[in-house]
């Protein structure tokens, strides 16, 4: 079965370090990654996603992801973290065996930032 | 884009009673999506329209729900005979033919006491 695991629940970064988020997946076939971002009582926005090509990709906010088939990760990142990062971060896959690109997403990882 | 609307935002209701969501999609995009989540959890896939048929439905999808989307704009999503296990945020989403990326519209949580 496809899935996605995110496996910290919480990150905790100081303002202005480096931030990293996992994300592994298990897909039969190339897989299409994605990263979204919620904030509080709101939706998911879009950050960024893999479909194919650079194994390093760049999104929205700074944020960028890379690629790696071999160790089936796709790990969110951004060299200096903000306050305003805090959020909470999913990675999702487009299921590979469904002709409508519904998404499979992790169980989220909270993302907090001290100044 | 004017991005994803969804009506209303929030809605408490008693147990067994029916409750209708609406979604309005990105204009042009013929794909639409709902999904619900749950605290603590990441969105679930709940169905799928191309234009007006509904293509997929997931086995969350319970037959007390049914979606509709009747000219292939909107989208609403109905929930009869209300549980306490339906306490959740629906979430709809949108994209278009050519392009993978779904964008979600602000959700709606759903309370039901």
């Known amino acids: 079965a496809q899935s996605v695991a995110q496996p910290e629940d919480q990150v905790n970064v100081a303002e202005g370090n480096p931030l990293t988020v996992k994300c592994t997946y298990s897909v039969s076939g190339n897989p299409y990654l994605f990263w979204y971002v919620q904030y509080p009582n709101r939706g998911l926005q879009f950050l960024l996603k893999y479909i194919t090509g650079d194994n390093l990709v760049k999104g929205s906010y700074g944020f960028e992801a890379e690629f790696n088939k071999s160790q089936t990760s796709f790990h969110l990142k951004k060299p200096s973290a903000l306050v305003s990062d805090s959020a909470l971060y999913f990675c999702a896959v487009r299921d590979p065996g469904s002709a409508t690109n519904k998404l499979i997403f992790g169980t989220g990882t909270l993302l907090a930032v001290q100044p | 884009d004017t991005g994803v609307s969804q009506n209303p935002r929030h809605k408490i209701t008693k147990r067994g009673q029916n409750v209708t969501f609406r979604c309005d999609p990105i204009s042009e995009h013929n794909r639409l999506y709902w999904y619900r989540q749950t605290l603590g959890q990441g969105p679930e896939f709940l169905t799928y329209?191309?234009?007006?048929?509904?293509?997929?439905k997931s086995r969350l999808l319970s037959d007390r729900f049914s979606a509709e989307r009747p000219k292939g704009s909107f989208s609403t999503l109905e929930i009869q005979r209300t549980e306490q296990g339906d306490s959740a945020m629906y979430l709809c989403a949108s994209s278009s033919n050519y392009r993978d990326t779904q964008y979600f519209g602000p959700g709606t949580r759903l309370t039901v006491l």
């Open positions: 329209f191309q234009n007006e048929a509904q293509l997929e």
